[in-house]
């Protein structure tokens, strides 16, 4: 959760991507007042950290905390605000863009500087800039900053802050070494064996039939509301619209039709167009010998050659073209001779050229009617993209001024859909193997950050297929009513009870056999119906290929972080039970010369080292432009996001 965002952003790759999230941050926070000079009562604006000369005000920091949330749940809908700063989120949030500034004001130090056209170049490659033509549209470039009431000299701020770190941040980890020796002792970790028992004692044996009173529900409940917190849900309203829904005819006419042939004339016109192997040769002397050669029966491939020349050919050219990338003596040539001839030599720019006509192709002159099916599907298509654009900015111009979703479907005749409440990753709520309609998954990050009834439109395939939407509900993220859900939590309290009695019977266990007893003994002479020790025998390896099927179980990581001879407790998920794990024997392994492992550890380790390398180096620039943080500012703005006063 909040651990894996910090550790990828603290990764060699997540480097990389914070290279990029220096200037998607702009996109997630609102215009943030930069101004004022001291510390002192926590007001919008405010600054929570200084950065060399420059203010991280607590508007952008709680606002971006909001924006990095959305971020996270779309990986875990059920992550909340407290959850997200519990764990850390908050502060992470704060460090990153204290980086930011660090690298910003670092960079300027140093002299460099990221230019208007630079920055320019990074604003028209921005998705949530391009019209519905797929292409960077200024006015949506506007209408997007205001959205996020982003001034567009923060924007470039931003991106600009995010060129300066790629110049400096990517050449101090883009080559890291780790010697071969510490490679080769990692390396042989793959192969080591770890032999033991692990044993589970069910907290379900020890579960009481006796209903738990109100009170103690009520109590559990408010202790562990977290757990049952819900994702935030929305439902959507929408309309998919092509050229099916066109109210003008596209069908072109007999005069349209007539137009475009005239138009094209040369396109319908008769055409002879041939296939050519040539080569250039430097006196007309020398090009007639070769001439005579192939005449007399040598091929052209062999005479080129054995005279040192290479062959070129060229394909379906008509007279001009030829002329136009030959000469015009050439084509004179070559249009001259029939169907397998070699030509008489022909002068060029940089020689005579020796050519044999391999391919006559002549295509008869077609008529107004034999065109008129190309004619009429190519204006068909054009017409109806031309139609389709001027609807969809019909339409557009309306979402613009306000006018209502159903107001919009109506005027131009849309039948609109509702969707299922969905969540952030596009899963029905309450229904996990269901999925929201496939026209929606494009658009759900832009949705999960709209409010109600703020109709939107976007280009599913661009100038063919476009969405209009809008949020109809909003459901916040929040636990439901005890009431609700009494049954479960009542359930929930009775399996807590069991397991702090089973963990007293998994002590019970533990100081056995830290007295001696094997773990076996120790589960065999209890009287409640615990399962027997399973044993366990893994090499790292194996280890790592059960992490790439997906979740490692915690007792085998446990397992691998133990010394031999010793005996843990771990208390299993969900309040299930306690696991003992017993590691009897660690089996080391042997690596042989040019084992691939060697290598592999060695590129791994690397990345630490470039982990590392960008860490320092952050630390290092933080220390020269100097940071001071506001404890009492930071307070503030966290019981803000907390909903407290």
């Known amino acids: ?339 397998g001839a070699v030509v008489d030599p022909a002068q060029g720019t940089l020689g005579w050229y020796v050519a044999r006509v391999d391919k006559v192709t002549r295509t008869p002159e077609r008529t107004l009617g034999e065109a008129t099916g190309e004619i009429t599907e190519a204006l068909t298509a054009e017409k109806r993209v031309a139609a389709l654009s001027d609807l969809s900015a019909r339409i557009e111009e309306q979402v613009d001024l306000g006018t209502s979703l159903t107001e919009i479907a109506d005027t131009f005749e849309l039948d609109l859909e509702e969707s299922p409440a969905l969540l952030s990753d596009g899963r029905v709520f309450g229904a996990p193997q269901s999925q929201s309609s496939p026209a929606l998954r494009p658009i759900l990050d832009t949705a999960f950050a709209l409010d109600e009834s703020e109709p939107q439109l976007d280009a599913l395939v661009p100038g063919s297929q476009f969405l209009l939407y809008e949020v109809v509900s909003i459901t916040e993220s929040a636990a439901p009513a005890l009431a609700l859900i009494k049954e479960r939590v009542a359930a929930d309290l009775k399996l807590s009870t069991a397991s702090t009695k089973a963990r007293e019977t998994a002590q019970r266990l533990l100081d056995k056999t830290r007295g001696g007893e094997s773990l076996a003994d120790a589960v065999a002479a209890e009287e409640s119906d615990i399962p027997p020790p399973d044993p366990v025998s893994l090499a790292r390896a194996e280890l790592q290929q059960i992490a790439a099927r997906g979740n490692v179980p915690p007792a085998l990581v446990l397992l691998f972080s133990m010394s031999a001879g010793t005996v843990k407790l771990l208390e299993a998920p969900g309040n299930q039970g306690w696991i003992l794990i017993a590691l009897n024997e660690v089996t080391p392994g042997e690596l042989e010369e040019g084992n691939p492992l060697v290598e592999g550890q060695r590129r791994q380790l690397a990345e630490v080292v470039g982990e590392e390398y960008s860490e320092q180096i952050r630390s290092a620039m933080r220390e020269t432009v100097g940071v001071e943080t506001n404890e009492d500012a930071l307070a503030t703005v966290r019981a803000q996001l907390l909903g407290e006063t």
């Open 1 to 339: 959760m909040i651990t894996s965002f910090r550790k990828f952003f603290q990764s060699k790759f997540g480097m990389a991507v914070f290279l990029g999230f220096l200037a998607l941050v702009a996109l997630a926070f609102a215009g943030a007042d930069i101004t004022g000079n001291t510390f002192g009562g926590v007001i919008q604006g405010e600054r929570v950290a200084l950065v060399g000369d420059d203010e991280v005000t607590a508007n952008e920091l709680t606002d971006t905390a909001q924006s990095t949330l959305r971020t996270v749940q779309r990986q875990n809908p059920g992550v909340t605000m407290p959850v997200f700063i519990e764990q850390g989120g908050l502060d992470e949030v704060l460090s990153q863009m204290i980086d930011r500034y660090a690298v910003g004001a670092y960079a300027e130090r140093l002299g460099l500087r990221a230019g208007e056209n630079l920055v320019n170049s990074e604003i028209i490659q921005i998705p949530a800039f391009r019209g519905v033509s797929g292409e960077f549209d200024q006015a949506t470039f506007e209408a997007a900053l205001a959205n996020q009431r982003i001034p567009e000299n923060v924007l470039r701020r931003d991106l600009a802050d995010g060129l300066l770190a790629q110049q400096i941040l990517l050449p101090a980890i883009a080559t890291p070494q780790m010697p071969e020796k510490v490679a080769r002792q990692y390396a042989s970790l793959f192969l080591e064996r770890r032999s033991g028992a692990i044993a589970l004692v069910p907290s379900v044996l020890f579960r009481s039939d006796e209903e738990p009173d109100d009170a103690a529900v009520e109590a559990y409940y408010t202790e562990n509301r977290d757990t049952y917190v819900l994702p935030e849900r929305r439902t959507l309203r929408f309309t998919v619209f092509n050229a099916d829904n066109l109210d003008t005819v596209v069908t072109p006419s007999a005069e349209e039709i007539a137009a475009r042939y005239e138009e094209n004339a040369a396109q319908y016109a008769a055409r002879e167009a041939r296939d050519v192997t040539l080569f250039t040769v430097p006196t007309q002397d020398g090009a007639q010998a070769l001439v005579d050669q192939i005449r007399a029966g040598k091929s052209l491939e062999a005479a080129a050659r054995d005279a040192g020349f290479n062959t070129t050919q060229v394909v379906d050219r008509d007279a001009e073209q030829f002329a136009a990338s030959a000469s015009f003596a050439a084509a004179q040539a070559v249009f001259a001779g029939e169907e």
